[in-house]
């Protein structure tokens, strides 16, 4: 069993730690719900009649229409800082695993993977590949229920691995800069060979769960084999004080939460800033702080 409750928190990070990802349940996710409606609101307008996620397939005509729609209602979810909502309301849940000092990606990712269509999807992958870091953990939650058909795939327990054969590809679709790159799609994706080895673990999520796992975890999604539209939203939180890859945009993070301590020495710093130059990454970090203020 790989999903947990808050007040299995001890065990729940065990099996994060020995196999990469987790599950949580319990959330409160009414923020959800209203952005589930509010896109079916879009949908129904769009379309000229009543529409659900799970039928969206069934009517958007093209590729060409689908990414210009998905990339209009991922613009809408950034604006409405859902994901932020959503942590803030389970606060004791994420802190579980975060611990007190927790930054949040500032633009949160929107999936939507039609049933046979490869291109909505990527494919098997680490996200270390692309800039990121393994103290970096991704926060996946669906808007629609899946079955393991549909669902996203991890391989339980790659981040204890060693390199994997990769081969590097650039998409005829994608190009750096693109609406589809700011959505998450890759302009220079690197193909895992021979992915067929690795044993996948499809993980369907309740609307009241989250799947939180490594960014150095092998996952991912050749195609979407359930017979409905598979809707979810993910973003990346991080404890504060972690190292970062240098590869990392500057502002692709935020701070969140802040515990006393950190508040505290903040304060200090503040008074003390000559002292700066001795600790590592405090400047950015306290900067991160005064604009997260203003």
Known sequence: MYDFDIH?????????????????????????EVLREKFESILTEEFKTS?????????????????????????????????IHLVKDNREIFEAVYGLDVDIQVH??????????????????????????????????NLTQVTEKGALNVVAKSH???DVNVKQTYSKEVSKGSNENKMGFLYAPKVIQ????????????????????????????????????????????????SPVSRFLKPGYYKPLFRSGLAEAANQYYQVHSDELSELTN?????????????
């Open 8 to 32: 299995s928190r001890r065990e729940a990070n065990n099996y994060l730690a020995e196999h990469g990802f987790v599950v949580l349940g319990g959330l409160q996710y009414s923020v959800i």
């Open 51 to 83: 529409v659900t996620l799970e039928e969206y397939h069934l009517h958007v005509r093209n590729n060409e229409a689908h990414k210009a729609l998905q990339f209009r209602l991922f613009e809408i979810l950034g604006r409405s800082a859902v994901h």
């Open 108 to 141: 949160p990712y929107l999936r939507i993977a039609r049933p046979g269509h490869v291109g909505d999807n990527i494919g098997l992958h680490r996200d270390t590949f692309y800039g990121n870091c393994a103290y970096e953990m991704s926060n996946s939650v």
């Open 160 to 162: 204890l691995m060693g």
């Open 194 to 241: 021979k992915s067929e080895q690795f044993e996948l673990t499809p993980i369907t999520l309740s609307r009241d769960q989250v799947l939180i796992f490594s960014l150095g975890l092998l996952h991912g999604q050749e195609i979407n084999n359930d017979c409905i539209t598979r809707w979810s939203i993910d973003f990346r939180l991080k404890p504060t004080f």
């Open 282 to 294: 405090a400047e950015l970090n306290m900067r991160e702080d005064e604009n997260s203020r203003t």
